[in-house]
Structure formats: C-alpha cells, structure tokens
C-alpha cells in the first residue's frame, strides 16, 4: 500500500520552480509519488536504477512499489557531499527508509550518471532526477535503449524554471518529438516516460 512519504523534494516541495531568494511559499503536489509508484507496480521491474536523491522522496516511493510486489532491488546514485549545490544526504535517506521499513530494497551507491551510463547496466527501470534538461534526455534516449526513463521535467512549465534560464539549459521539451518521451505529470515539475 502506498504512504505519501512526507520527505522534502524536487518533487514535492519545490517553490514552483521560482529562484529561493524570492522566498515565496512552497509548492506541494504529492500526486507525483503516487505516479512513481504506479509506475513501478505497472512495469514490474526487478532491479531499478535511480540518480538524483536529494533526501529519499522518490526511493521512498519506488521501495514502496517493489516491497508491494514482493521484492526487487533499487540501486540509488547521488554524488552525495561531492555535489557543490543542493544534494542528497546519505544519513537522511537512510533514516527516511528505516522510517517507512524499506532498507532490504534499497542499496545507496555512490556515483556519478555520466560514468555510470558510459557502459550498458543490468536494470530494468530507471529513475532520473539529475537537473534534467533537453541535452541530458536526448544523450540518454541514445545510449540507455535496454530500459525505461523515467525523468523529472518534460513540461514547459519546468524548461521555464529559474536555473534552466539562468543557466541557459537548453529546454527538455525541444526534444520530445526526437525521444519519444511521454509526459505522465503536466503539473509542475513534471514527470515523464521514455518506455522501451
């Protein structure tokens, strides 16, 4: 059974995308972790792969789908203390899993997505929260062809957040016709497939 897991995300608590200085009030929209799992329980993989952690919102959300049908591996990457803007704690996630019984699903794996992806990985799903932009879906639509994608992002909305602006990102739906992505949650920041 699904647990809305109450852990602070780029999906679940994200000032809509507005710069933090602006101090304005959290956006929240939990639905987006009951897609996750949704999807988890729809494609049945055995092993998923996730990059992107930050406190454990979508681990939490994933283990939740794979404990549900009883049993798979999820190996979450973040670089942890070596990412110089907002990352992952790996002592937080720990306790988030230990909170909601789901530390024999979860392993949490040091690693950066470029090197990982350089080489093809046994997975059958993977979950990509990584300050996904049009570059980073497109590179991953041609080298990751033996899984799904899921993604964060794939709105408008999300390619006119402040950092894909100020950053000059180039925007993730640019390249919706040439992946092939389908977008699962238009409300902000978005979640979309890329299905195999």
């Not at 092993?47 to 939740?64: D, H, R």
């Not at 997975?123 to 991953?140: F, K, T």
């Not at 993730?172 to 949650?185: F, N, R, S």
Request: hydrophobic fraction near 35%; glycine fraction near 8%; charged fraction near 25%.
């Amino acid at each position: 059974m699904y647990i809305e897991p109450k852990i602070e995300s780029s999906y679940y608590c994200s000032n809509k995308g507005a710069h933090p200085s602006r101090n304005l009030l959290p956006y929240f929209y939990p639905k987006i972790g009951k897609t996750i799992y949704d999807v988890i329980m729809d494609k049945k993989p055995k092993i998923v792969v996730e990059f992107g952690v930050l406190n454990g919102f979508s681990t939490v959300c994933i283990a939740q789908a794979l404990r549900d049908l009883g049993g798979g591996k999820l190996y979450s990457y973040d670089l942890w203390e070596n990412y110089p803007y907002k990352r992952g704690n790996k002592q937080i996630v720990s306790e988030n899993l230990e909170k909601y019984g789901l530390t024999e699903f979860v392993e949490l794996c040091d690693g950066d997505f470029n090197d990982w992806c350089s080489e093809k990985h046994e997975c059958d799903l993977l979950h990509l929260d990584i300050n996904n932009d049009g570059n980073i879906i497109s590179m991953v639509s041609s080298n990751i062809d033996w899984c799904d994608v899921l993604f964060e992002g794939g709105t408008y909305e999300r390619d006119n957040c402040w950092w894909m602006k100020e950053f000059n990102r180039r925007p993730i739906t640019d390249v919706k016709e040439a992946v092939g992505y389908k977008v699962l949650v238009e409300e902000f920041p978005g979640l979309s497939i890329i299905e195999r």
